[in-house]
């Protein structure tokens, strides 16, 4: 059907051809000029595509008339510009469609269908690990070791880029994924089929709304609900209030990006913004650059925001010339915002728009900061670091608590390494990373590490050599620039030489530490520590031996390692003292932040960026000796341990199968508040003890060469059975640590593959209790497909990060909620009891379902089925059924 609107089409500039735009100011409405810019953004994604089928005029109606339906659960309908995903999700994506294939055409269709129709970027980014360090050649061996570990993974990913269209792939080594974003991938302004629109995407990774530092609205969702965007369907989504979040001064000359990030995330977690766009406005935003508004919308998930939006205005029209952008482009780029209404002037109060709430935040009273020990919105003010983690020991086991009896407080544990003494204790940092895309793609706090290290070097400070050091820079441009100004030796003087291009530490990707270390921290019963530049520091995800991780600057990070412990109180202890016996201060050798700027300006320059990105998809060379088949539908190889046709689609029929009440389920797990997808679906290392190594040593792998869960996302038996297997996980089933449950009809304690595996062979169906904000953290599809794979069939918890329940949706996994008020305890259930959950065959959003249980006990939850749409995939057994048989009817 013709766009209604296609009367707002005009061309943007006669004089240079026929393209055209959709001006929404011939909309003739006054409400458009009071809409939040992020909101304008999904306004004309909506009349662009009106089709009066998936997107309709009340759709439209609905976003203009933000101001009143924010509040009222109205649901629209949202097509992004592109999808964005990374090599760990990315794999289970290509799989998924690959294994589309062989469904469409078993069910008779052209399997050709499923081909991606949204332009579609995968970076390869999450597979390098830190292997080696502190020698020359580390980066070399580190990704000599990727490909050795992951050839049959990269194989597959190329087959899939030349198998579908749209597709293309950055290879490895190239740089982190939203680092590329911002640098090379982001349009700002889409100019195709003869359009200018603005640029939006949603992508696999939670930390996808680091763009929205440069003004293109993006936010993660789940593999399963990327795969179905990439297949033309929009995306539905209840239209959001808007927090304003006003920025007043300046920031203190030795405070830092990171800072600045850490405090936002503290403020708007209390604030409370899950579910909501913040959009930055007010005077102080002018005085933070692309890289530091990047940095505080890369932490957009960690205070539970959907997106945090910074509307395009002077400085990211500079920052696009800076980072070598066309010209030509990008003067079109500011013509079509101007012309549309999207161009911000933040010293201009006049353009503020309405928002839903205004918080603000003075840039003057932000003080040096981390984030620990175990969670990123637990901010310490640097001052204070010391005192709060001797309270941690001794607290009740917690997010701020070990339990350390006071007698043990003060454990030392001598070892040798390189055939020196020294002595651990708790608190002593044994990994120091300069990691992530929150820092590494910010010149200011990356050249600022450089200049500490080049201050510490020349007055005489060293690391410890036991001190797992690393940098691991988002992009080639960075590694430039730190060497144009002359800082990279006294980086790799300090032992923080470039290890890889990629995620590494910050998602677990770290590596082994010295066994040394590793028996000295077990024989004490050590809390050592980890101080990492990234953005989550959850149990479990840095390394195994690091129970406390603290987020920090990458300034801090190497005053951290310097320093050697956490128990340092840096205005009153000196970092160390030199060959002539003088105490140095961390005051006597921190940048200022005129100083860092003075070399930025210098040595991040426009050259730099051509220079590295308009080779980046050919200068791997071994990526460019892969050699793949042609061939439109894979080959799935049944020796393979990483890459295998998933068990999603057997036995699917065109026909739709009535829902299903859930009778006499067992509870698999009863676990509590802020359980995240590192718990429910590992990315680390395999344990040698867990039921995926018994798996990949029964075909014949040793130890050496498990990889990582998250290296082997493409294999379904891997990753069902690595499903709740973080060995941090809390159950209250067992009231410890541990990747185990208790399989009741036996009352046997085991691990919860093989508990899930008895009850499917009786024939039980399975359910989860849960408490707060289940399934936070990283956008993991894997987090919802594993459970499916255990037999779970519903989580009932008191609330969900929202895109984990998104997909549990589209897993056709049923997410229940608690009614207001009521939880676990106040309903006195233990898991124990076995439940059925009655599910009427008339479903709407939102509604209230009855849950028995054995005890004759009756109460109600919330069926967490938020949209029409979501019932439309629920009905079908999840999102990719319904693709497949929308593609083969």
């Excluded at 607290?395 to 001598?414: C, D, L, S, T, Y």
């Excluded at 036996?746 to 289940?774: C, M, N, W």
Aim: hydrophobic share 40%; glycine share 8%; charged share 20%.
């Amino acid at each position: 059907m013709s766009n209604p609107f296609a009367h707002l089409e005009e061309s943007l500039d006669p004089s240079q051809g026929t393209k055209k735009f959709f001006n929404l100011n011939h909309l003739g409405d006054p409400r458009y000029g009071r809409l939040p810019f992020s909101v304008r953004v999904l306004l004309e994604a909506a009349v662009r595509n009106c089709d009066e089928f998936l997107v309709k005029k009340g759709d439209v109606e609905n976003i203009l008339n933000w101001n009143l339906m924010q509040y009222k659960n109205i649901e629209v309908p949202f097509k992004p510009a592109r999808v964005i995903l990374q090599d760990f999700t990315g794999v289970p994506a290509v799989v998924d469609f690959a294994a589309m294939r062989d469904a469409v055409k078993a069910l008779e269709g052209d399997p050709e269908k499923i081909n991606p129709i949204c332009p579609a970027d995968l970076v390869i980014d999450h597979s390098i690990q830190v292997d080696y360090n502190k020698r020359p050649d580390s980066l070399q061996k580190n990704q000599d070791l990727e490909f050795e570990r992951n050839k049959e993974r990269f194989e597959f990913l190329k087959w899939g880029s030349q198998a579908f269209q749209n597709m293309r792939i950055i290879p490895p080594g190239s740089g982190i994924v939203h680092q590329v974003n911002l640098e090379y991938l982001a349009r700002v302004v889409f100019d195709q089929n003869g359009y200018y629109y603005p640029d939006s995407v949603v992508g696999t990774d939670s930390h996808t709304t680091m763009i929205n530092g440069l003004g293109v609205l993006g936010w993660g969702v789940g593999g399963i609900e990327a795969e179905a965007v990439m297949l033309g369907q929009p995306i539905s989504m209840v239209l959001p209030e808007v927090i304003g979040y006003k920025l007043i001064g300046s920031p203190h000359p030795l405070v830092t990006s990171t800072d600045i990030v850490l405090t936002v995330t503290k403020h708007l977690r209390q604030v409370g913004v899950v579910g909501k766009f913040v959009e930055f406005f007010g005077p102080g935003v002018t005085h933070l650059s692309i890289a530091d508004r990047a940095t505080i919308a890369n932490m957009c998930p960690e205070y539970g925001a959907t997106a945090a939006f910074f509307p395009v205005d002077e400085v990211s029209i500079k920052y696009l010339v800076q980072t070598g952008r066309d010209e030509e482009k990008v003067r079109h780029i500011r013509k079509y915002l101007e012309a549309a209404g999207m161009f911000r002037d933040f010293s201009n109060s006049s353009q503020d728009p309405d928002f839903t709430q205004i918080v603000e935040l003075d840039l003057q009273t932000v003080a040096p900061c981390c984030s620990g020990p175990k969670r990123p919105q637990d901010k310490v003010v640097v001052s204070e670091m010391k005192k709060d983690f001797e309270n941690c020991l001794g607290a009740k086991q917690g997010f701020k608590g070990f339990q350390i009896a006071p007698e043990h407080q003060n454990n030392r544990v001598k070892f040798a390494y390189n055939d020196k003494e020294f002595e651990l204790t708790h608190g002593s940092v044994v990994i120091a990373a300069i990691t992530s895309c929150t820092n590494t793609s910010n010149p200011s706090v990356m050249l600022g590490a450089g200049l500490l290290a080049k201050k510490a070097v020349e007055a005489g400070l060293t690391v410890k050599p036991y001190i797992k050091t690393s940098l691991s820079p988002g992009s080639g441009v960075v590694t430039y620039y730190l060497k144009e100004s002359g800082v990279m030796p006294y980086l790799v003087q300090l032992g923080f030489d470039v290890v890889g291009y990629g995620c590494m530490t910050c998602i677990g990707n770290s590596g082994p530490l010295p066994e040394p270390v590793v028996e000295a921290i077990t024989q004490g019963d050590l809390v050592a520590v980890g101080v990492l530049s990234g953005n989550r520091n959850f149990e479990g995800r840095v390394h195994p031996n690091t129970r406390a991780n603290y987020l920090a600057s990458p300034p801090l990070v190497i005053a951290y390692a310097i320093a050697g412990t956490i128990r340092i109180d840096f205005e009153k202890e000196p970092l160390g003292v030199n060959a002539q016996g003088k105490k140095i201060f961390l005051n006597d050798i921190w940048p200022r932040r005129d100083e860092i700027q003075a070399v930025e300006r210098q040595y991040v320059i426009p050259g730099m960026f051509k220079e590295v990105y308009q080779k980046i998809e050919t200068v791997n060379k071994a990526w460019n000796a892969l050699d793949v088949s042609s061939d439109k539908l894979y080959a799935w190889n049944p020796e393979s341990t990483y890459i295998k046709s998933p068990p999603f689609f057997e036995n699917l029929t065109l026909e739709l199968q009535p829902p299903k009440s859930i009778v006499d389920a067992y509870v698999l797990l009863n676990i509590g508040d802020s359980v995240t997808t590192d718990h429910i679906s590992p990315a680390g290392n395999i344990a040698r003890n867990s039921p995926a190594a018994r798996y990949l040593t029964n075909r014949g792998l040793t130890p050496r060469d498990f990889n990582s869960y998250g290296s082997r996302r493409g294999n379904d038996a891997v990753m069902a059975r690595g499903t709740f297997a973080n060995i941090r996980l809390l159950n209250k089933f067992l009231n410890k640590q541990a990747p185990q449950t208790i399989h009741f009809p036996s009352d046997e304690t085991v691990d919860v593959f093989d508990a899930s595996e008895r009850y499917r062979q009786a024939g039980h169906p399975l359910i989860v209790l849960a408490g707060k904000e289940y399934g936070s953290g990283s956008s993991r599809d894997w987090a919802a497909k594993g459970p499916f794979l255990l037999g779970i069939k519903a989580v009932l918890a008191e609330s969900y990060e929202r895109i984990h329940r998104s997909n549990l949706v589209g897993m056709g996994v049923i997410p229940l909620q608690y009614l207001p008020g009521e939880d676990a305890e106040s309903l006195g259930l233990t898991g124990r009891e076995r439940y059925t959950i009655i599910i009427p065959e008339e479903l709407v959003p939102g509604m209230k379902v009855q849950i028995k249980l054995d005890t004759e006990k009756t109460f109600q939850a919330i069926m967490r089925f938020d949209t029409d749409v979501e019932l439309t995939y629920f009905h079908n057994g999840g999102i990719l059924n319904y693709m497949i048989r929308k593609m083969a009817s």
